[in-house]
């Protein structure tokens, strides 16, 4: 049985020039993802569930591998003796993993967990190829279309992986999850692990919020408290202006950048409502509704007002130059992913503990008195998955390297050693109880706010199917560049979004 190739996702694949991932950052740990490429269909589904019946059942019965007998020292034997797991071949195999690591300490502590594994089962080696994040989509597509597909992959959840699974690049893991050991995944993410009520990725990257970073040492010397309200942002970033700042560090080349900013408008103006509305284009649901028409304006507006860098559109994420303005102090604010917290502690955390401090993004109060939830954050319970590519040449699937990728994904990649390293590096493992070890001030913000939350919108760039994601993100370039109205570029997605549905 031949895999199919998805035409349409190849196509749009193809024609983009920056694919990156949400929250997935190569110079910090991926939790992320991301921004890039990443509603509502059967693959949306599972970002506002908080699980489904068939993996509520199995996450009741799984043990959890966070014990501490996780690690252990080779000298006794494996770190996964005694645990109910698939007794893995004993003959030579070689699994091909591709992830997006390719800077510490993301890459030390993916690195390290490859290494733990193969050192407990020295007849596998496994091929660890670190893509970078920017073309990573991209090249993923281009390898399942070419018969190239690595057998083991990140991505970020969403619309791209029910379109790896129904392309027949992910194998379904249901069974296997019920049967064995497994963390003990927050409900969250295993909802956002699985489509169509089939468990299709193991989470390994941790939580990831959105919100604002803000240097506090400006902020004092200005006199500015932290923004409560949309308006009370306003009326900051016009002082910040004024006294020769720049409001916010914003770097657009990847378009998922200034997503978040649609996003959160978007979210804070309608709740879930309008999104979901227009995810499905059913009753009257558009993208020119108008809580989209508010942020497209809202966000021209600061445009216009000096509240972005110059040049806001050929700036870099990858290159952390959005970071870069934080640093120097010409930029007073950042609306990025939590996993920053890691990236600027690691690069100065005397400067990170002196200056950096977080809050939610403001509430929207005309909406807010008008009945409109204020708790709609942005992020992901996920962070990143790990999916698997296990067949054979006949389509069957080929169980030893299955068998082996499931136990890398869930006890390796989801040890103590690697939870303790994402903790140590700021990062939140999708597992319940590491909330209540946060120790960074920040983080707790973060935490906080995510489970406050009355919902987690997932990036749209993960959310949306693959061709409308490449559409929606070339919006943001339009937008933030004054290339065209909110009405056009609403215009734009809902095309975009009406040839998706036709298409299934």
């Known amino acids: 049985m031949k895999k199919k190739v998805f035409a349409t996702f190849l196509a749009t694949a193809l024609t983009v020039t920056s694919i ?73 195999l ?26 407990d089962y020295p007849n596998i080696t496994v091929n660890q190829v670190h893509q970078q994040n920017d073309n990573y989509k991209q090249q993923l597509v281009v390898a399942m279309s070419s018969g190239q597909a690595p057998n083991m992959y990140i991505h970020w959840g969403g619309g791209p992986m029910a379109e790896y699974y129904k392309s027949g690049f992910a194998n379904d893991i249901t069974d296997m999850y019920a049967k064995y050991d497994h963390p003990d995944f927050i409900d969250a ?103 989209f028409i508010y942020a ?11 509240y972005f860098p110059d040049g806001v559109n050929s700036l870099t994420a990858d290159d952390n130059q959005d970071r870069a303005l934080l640093y120097d102090g010409s930029a007073a604010m950042m609306l990025h992913g939590s996993w920053q ?29 008008a009945g409109v939830p204020q708790n709609v954050e942005i992020g992901t319970a996920i962070g990143n998955g790990f999916s698997f590519n296990c067949f054979k040449e006949d389509g069957s699937v080929d169980q030893d390297m299955l068998d082996a990728c499931y136990v890398l994904a869930t006890q390796y990649f989801n040890d103590d050693t690697y939870n303790k390293m994402q903790m140590d590096s700021g990062n939140i493992p999708s597992i319940k109880g590491f909330d209540t070890q946060v120790d960074d001030p920040n983080n707790k913000v973060v935490v906080d706010v995510f489970f406050n939350a009355s919902n987690v919108q997932l990036w749209y760039d993960q959310y949306l199917p693959a061709s409308v994601t490449e559409v929606h993100k070339n919006c943001m370039t339009e937008l933030f560049g004054l290339e065209k109205t909110p009405e056009e570029i609403g215009q734009e997605q809902d095309e975009a979004m009406q040839k998706a549905i036709a298409e299934q």
């Not at 919100?211 to 506090?216: E, G, V």
């Open 341 to 369: 917290v890691a990236g600027i502690r690691s690069d100065n955390e005397e400067w990170y503990n002196e200056n950096i401090g977080v809050f939610r993004f403001p509430e929207d109060s005309e909406a807010k008195a």
């Open 189 to 291: 993410a295993v909802a956002q692990s699985t489509y169509d009520g089939k468990m299709l990725a193991i989470p390994f990257g941790g939580l990831s919020g959105c919100d604002i970073f803000y240097n506090k040492t400006i902020f004092a010397e200005q006199g500015i408290e932290v923004p409560e309200t949309i308006d009370d942002l306003e009326a900051a970033c016009a002082k910040l202006k004024e006294a020769g700042y720049t409001p916010f560090a914003l770097a657009n080349a990847s378009k998922w950048t200034g997503s978040m900013y649609y996003m959160y408008l978007v979210a804070r103006h309608s709740g879930n409502d309008e999104f979901d509305a227009a995810y499905t284009q059913e009753n009257g649901g558009s993208f020119t509704s108008p809580a």
């Open 296 to 306: 497209a304006e809202k966000i021209q507006d600061w445009v216009k007002k000096g």
């Open 94 to 119: 070689t699994i091909t993993l591709w992830d997006i690591a390719t800077e510490d300490p993301a890459k030390s502590n993916q690195e390290g967990a490859v290494q733990r594994f193969m050192a």
């Open 20 to 92: 990156v991932g949400c929250g997935g950052s190569t110079s910090t740990p991926a939790p992320a993802a991301g921004g890039d490429d990443t509603a509502k269909t059967e693959a949306a589904d599972t970002t506002t569930e908080t699980s489904t019946e068939a993996t509520e059942e199995k996450a009741d019965t799984a043990e959890s591998t966070d014990s501490a007998d996780a690690t252990t020292d080779s000298a006794t034997g494996k770190q996964t003796d005694g645990k109910n797991l698939p007794e893995l071949t004993t003959e030579p």
